[in-house]
């Protein structure tokens, strides 16, 4: 199973980025999926996730009003659209797969609940 994130790079407070991750897996579309992201010294930390179907999104509060997730099963691709950057975004961004078919409204944020990662890519914003 692999992941591959992409979209990061630098840019400006207030800018926009659109993240994608594709999976090279038959079972894509049957779990759920999930961004974290890990600034230098500090733990990994949930910013936001999409059901198997796209049915149900979840965000951190740090995000939600900014941020977007969605998922293109067709393509194994899922997104998150970032915008109004700030500074504080800064970080490695990861995508996971969540481990169960039906994505749970207690446990969704847990990154113990991720069995896949991919290989993050950075996204640093400037002030």
């Known amino acids: 199973v692999q992941l591959q994130a992409s979209g990061g790079g630098l840019v400006q407070a207030g800018g926009s980025l659109r993240l994608s991750c594709a999976a090279s897996l038959r079972t894509f579309s049957m779990y759920g999926m999930g961004w974290f992201r890990q600034a230098p010294g500090k733990e990994r930390e949930f910013v936001a996730a999409i059901a198997s179907n796209g049915g149900s999104t979840y965000y951190s509060d740090s995000v939600k009003d900014r941020s977007s997730i969605s998922r293109d099963n067709a393509k194994n691709t899922v997104y998150l659209q970032m915008n109004s950057l700030k500074p504080e975004d800064t970080a490695v961004y990861f995508c996971?797969?969540?481990?169960?078919?039906?994505?749970?409204?207690?446990?969704?944020?847990?990154?113990?609940?991720?069995?896949?990662w991919g290989q993050g890519t950075q996204v640093t914003v400037s002030s």
């Open positions: 996971a797969q969540y481990r169960k078919t039906i994505m749970s409204t207690y446990d969704y944020a847990d990154k113990r609940q991720y069995r896949y």
